[in-house]
């Protein structure tokens, strides 16, 4: 990888884990390529990074079994240039982005910004990608968007609630979330090895002794997982295409 020099600006790029199959969501296709308001999934994703004027260049890591994802982007102009596919997925989300930053580690500068995002938030929008970036710009460790829990919390044993956990400093965690590439790296590398499997990037970021920076999303911003979740989403990017 190369050094960033202080007179360099850092870049923007865009690392999209797409190595799953989605099991939650009882479907014969990997969940990233469920059509949503007419076209894949993850093609309103990669659009949306595609049309994000200070994102330089976005990568999608996906297994080494994937046929799908080359049609997908070949047919789809809006991504001509701007989208890259990675074959080096790994058996979990940590291990994929982790392949993935080794992967590109030739063509970004340490200093750079990755933007880690799930395939499975289709209601990301440029408006989120440009907050999340002019937020963190001048961060010193980088940050998520998340979301202020509103909802009251059960604790639960055997299926009944046993105690109420207060809400007041809880946020949950949506994606993008975006750290510099050689902190990042350098937690996931480390958190691979200390702890078990981890379910975000700001996690490893964590074991390191570091607080991300939480922005505020949006809603529309959730993850698809479970079956009835399709309809809502579909809702959702019908209406900004109306």
């Known amino acids: 990888m190369t050094q960033n020099t202080t007179t360099t600006k850092a870049r923007h790029f865009a690392l999209i884990p797409a ?10 296709t990997p969940k990233q390529y469920i059509p949503i308001a007419g076209k894949p999934m993850i093609s309103h994703v990669l659009e949306t990074f595609a049309d994000t004027a200070h994102i330089a260049h976005t990568y999608v890591v996906v297994s080494t079994e994937d046929s799908t994802i080359d049609a997908l982007i070949d047919r789809d102009t809006q991504l001509t240039g701007k989208v890259t596919v990675l074959r080096c997925g790994g058996n979990t989300r940590a291990q994929t982005v982790h392949n993935g930053l080794c992967a590109i580690a030739h063509l970004v500068d340490d200093n750079d910004w990755i933007l880690v995002h799930d395939a499975a938030r289709p209601g990301i929008t440029t408006a ?63 958190a691979q090895t200390t702890i078990g499997a981890l379910t975000d990037d700001a996690s490893a970021i964590e074991q390191l002794g570091f607080a991300p920076k939480l922005v505020e999303g949006s809603p529309r911003n959730f993850k698809v997982t479970l079956p009835h979740d399709i309809a809502l989403a579909e809702f959702l990017l019908l209406q900004d295409k109306g």
């Open 128 to 190: 989120l990608l440009d907050k999340l970036m002019q937020t963190l710009a001048d961060d010193m460790i980088g940050g998520l968007l998340a979301l202020p829990v509103v909802d009251t919390l059960k604790q639960a044993t055997d299926g009944r609630a046993d105690k109420t956990i207060p809400r007041a400093h809880l946020w949950a965690a949506q994606t993008p979330q975006m750290f510099r590439y050689a902190l990042l790296k350098k937690a996931l590398e480390q």
């Open 19 to 28: 190595g799953g199959v989605g099991t939650r969501m009882e479907a014969t």
